[in-house]
């Protein structure tokens, strides 16, 4: 099996899907890391759009009475946004990435059985 980076002309996921298509207990777990990886990517996203929209509501800005409204955000504010949405992005993508992927994998071809918390997610 090919290890993450090598394979050419086509996405890792594609690959190791054709290599395992006849297993369906090996394309449970490509899909579970797959989906997983694209959630880190949403939580990612969604916390940049979250983190810019409040920082374009911030500042003064006046209405059509002439008075001002001034609407801040306090540094923890945006810590606590960024910790959130990070925190839990990076950690998908980190543990569900290609090269965890390709760990559980390998170990399944040697010892056809994987790691249990793996295993107990695809039950």
């Known amino acids: 099996m090919l290890k993450p980076g090598l394979t050419k002309n086509q996405s890792y996921k594609k690959y190791l899907y054709q290599r395992y298509a006849g297993d369906e207990q090996a394309t449970r777990v490509i899909r579970l890391f797959a989906h997983r990886q694209i959630g880190g990517k949403l939580w990612l996203g969604t916390g940049a759009l979250a983190i ?8 003064t800005k006046t209405n059509s009475n002439g008075g001002t409204t001034t609407t801040t955000v306090s540094p923890l504010g945006y810590g606590l946004m960024l910790g959130l ?9 980190a543990r569900y990435s290609n090269e965890k992927l390709y760990q559980e994998l390998s170990g399944y071809d040697r010892d056809h059985a994987f790691s249990p918390n793996v295993q107990a997610k695809i039950d």
């Open 85 to 93: 949405f990070g925190g839990v992005g990076i950690s998908k993508l």
């Open 52 to 59: 810019g929209f409040v920082a374009s509501q911030t500042g």
